[in-house]
């Protein structure tokens, strides 16, 4: 629906930003976007500039924080605790947790803050956490929407493009464009062999 074309010694992921605000002046109401692993939201920024939440896989690069165990991710207040803790929301500092015991239940209780603070990231903890249910989802849309598209690439042989220039793109997925036609017109005007009349009459008198 809309495109930004930038030049290719630029990040993809510094037009994100202006892509959402030129989506939004077009009057189109964006509340999440699910993106690959370039376009993290990892201080929070553009959730604070437009609105807009960003989705995008863990990145394998970036460290679990302190005292989060993984697979599913579990938060605790300490070294020593084995009670996961519940996450309240966000803030501009980041997302927030307390503490989910029991009364009783945790020996720590009388000496635990029972609540802490997890700054944004690209990893799990994204302004949308990454392992909510609801981002999960927005994940397997991607994934699914994008298959279709990855396979005509693959298909038309654009998937592995290298050009100097606009210019040279351009022509090549005309070239492939025009040879995919092709294939299929060759396909669609293919002869369908008919049955010979033996085998006519022997398809009517079996019904």
Known sequence: MVSIVGAANHHDSLFLKPLIHL?????????LITADQAYH?????????????????PSETVQLPDNVLESPVRVTCND????????LGTSQDGHEFKCDANTGECIFESTCSKSRTIVFDKGYFQPMPSFL??????????????????LMKKREGLEHTRAR????????????????????????????????DGQKELFAATG
């Open 23 to 31: 989506a939004q002046a077009l009057g189109i109401d964006m509340k």
């Open 41 to 57: 939201d990892k201080d929070g920024s553009i959730l604070e500039e437009t609105g807009v939440y960003v989705v995008a896989p």
């Open 80 to 87: 020593l605790c084995e009670i996961p803790m519940k996450i």
């Open 133 to 150: 249910d609801s981002s999960q989802q927005a994940i397997d849309i991607r994934k699914n929407c994008e298959r279709p598209f990855n």
């Open 165 to 196: 220039s606009q210019d040279g793109v351009v022509v090549r997925s005309t070239f492939t464009t025009i040879a995919t036609l092709l294939i299929e017109m060759a396909g669609t005007r293919k002869k369908i062999k008919k049955k010979d």
